[in-house]
């Protein structure tokens, strides 16, 4: 093995691409369950068009009163009435997670941490509620107009590493 110039270069390189790599995309932002115990009722299914019918978010089995946590940190974008139903969006810079129905704790521009209490999980018409205690927190992901999987923030993911050789 000889010892050339642009050898040292490429190892660091590598090593840097191998810490970088390992690094989750939203390394600023720890993500969490905003339900714990989490239970999925309904999956993501995104419409092919924003005006045709689907699900953008996933359903999360709770009981009444539940807590519903922050799923990130961020501020507060909007706490209230939807149609009659409490809703919370957190701005998470680019993103906003979605929270209903969901009695409020928050207030307008307050500053949360991923964690935080947003409020109380209220009876909703979904198809996972009952008549006395099990209901579902709606929860959303959007970045601009684009609705995405809120799974995707706290699923675990793979990375393959490059295999570097050594000449």
């Not at 995104?46 to 940190?73: E, F, K, M, T, Y």
Request: hydrophobic share 45%.
């Amino acid at each position: 093995m000889t010892n050339s110039p642009g050898k040292p270069w490429f190892a660091l390189a590598a090593a840097v691409f191998l810490v970088l790599a390992s690094t989750p995309v939203q390394a600023a932002n720890a993500w969490v369950w905003p339900m714990d115990p989490h239970q999925l009722s309904m999956g993501f299914d995104r419409p092919a068009q924003n005006w045709l019918p689907g699900h953008r978010g996933v359903d999360l089995v709770g009981a009444i009163g539940d807590q519903v946590l922050a799923a990130g940190s961020g501020t507060i974008f909007f706490a209230g009435l939807i149609a009659g139903k409490g809703v919370v969006v957190v701005k998470h810079g680019a993103l906003r997670t979605t929270y209903e129905p969901v009695t409020a704790s928050v207030t307008l521009g307050a500053r949360v941490r991923a964690g935080d209490v947003l409020g109380t999980l209220q009876p909703g018409n979904s198809h996972c509620a009952s008549a006395t205690t099990v209901t579902c927190l709606h929860w959303g992901l959007i970045r601009g107009t684009t609705y995405l999987n809120p799974l995707a923030l706290v699923q675990k993911r793979v990375r393959l590493m490059p295999q570097f050789q050594n000449n």
